[in-house]
Antibody, heavy 123, light 111 residues
Framework: QVQLVQSGADMKKPGASVKVSCKSSGYTFTSYGVSWVRQAPGQGLEWMGWISGYNGKTNYAQTFQGRVTITADTSTSTVYMELRSLRSDDTAVYYC????????????????WGQGTPVTVDS | QSVLTQPPSASGTPGQRVTISCSGSNSNIGSNTVNWYQQLPGTAPKLLIFSNNRRPSGVPDRFSGSKSGTSASLAISGLQSEDEAAYHCSAWDDSLNGLWVFGGGTKLTVL
């Protein structure tokens, strides 16, 4: 079955960087894209960006442009999200989520989600 | 502040029918289909409705979605206690480079 397993909780100081991993299994990694979505405490969902498992093409939300990098390692079926220059308002649970549709068929949403990685930013 | 607008809360009694609204604009709901996610407390979101009104396999037909213009709705009939969760609407937004936008989520309480 399809599984996305994320790295564990992390705590960082303001100004630092965090890198979260998302290891996929149970499907052909190169056929699907993966998004990163975060959820601050008590808040709604916020999309950060997306990477194609097929060719590594990325698309980032303007809010995070210049601060986030999403990469994919096809040899290990793992997607990474690095967020730099952390602030206290980056405290959130970070999720990876696989597209339901293959390749660039992204409009049908994310059908499989990781368990979430809590990231706390505090001095 | 979320791009899509949802009521923060909704409630109903077991067996009742409840609806949750989601309002957007021409660049998102007005141009693209709407997806809905259910998020049980302490868990990751789960795709509940996609392409406005389609259900992934395993989702009961008590859940239905609709869209008109720049608004969408999620309806839950025959409300059950296990439906108590947060519900998030989402759509692709064509502005800038394109991005997924979400509503702020609606917390559904089963009384």
């Amino acid at each position: 079955q399809v599984q996305l397993v994320q790295s564990g909780a992390d705590m960082k100081k303001p100004g630092a960087s965090v890198k979260v991993s998302c290891k996929s299994s149970g499907y052909t990694f190169t056929s699907y894209g993966v998004s990163w979505v975060r959820q601050a405490p008590g808040q709604g969902l916020e999309w950060m960006g997306w990477i194609s498992g097929y060719n590594g093409k990325t698309n980032y939300a303007q809010t995070f442009q210049g601060r986030v990098t999403i990469t994919a390692d096809t040899s290990t079926s793992t997607v990474y999200m690095e967020l730099r220059s952390l602030r206290s308002d980056d405290t959130a649970v970070y999720y990876c989520a696989r597209d339901q549709g293959q390749y660039y068929d992204i409009l049908t949403g994310s059908s499989h989600w990781g368990q979430g990685t809590p990231v706390t930013v505090d001095s | 502040q979320s791009v899509l607008t949802q009521p923060p809360s909704a409630s109903g009694t077991p067996g009742q029918r409840v609806t949750i609204s989601c309002s957007g604009s021409n660049s998102n709901i007005g141009s693209n289909t709407v997806n809905w996610y259910q998020q049980l407390p302490g868990t990751a979101p789960k795709l509940l409705i996609f392409s406005n009104n389609r259900r992934p396999s395993g989702v009961p037909d008590r859940f239905s979605g609709s869209k008109s213009g720049t608004s969408a709705s999620l309806a839950i009939s025959g409300l059950q206690s296990e439906d108590e969760a947060a519900y998030h609407c989402s759509a692709w937004d064509d502005s800038l480079n394109g991005l997924w936008v979400f509503g702020g989520g609606t917390k559904l309480t089963v009384l």
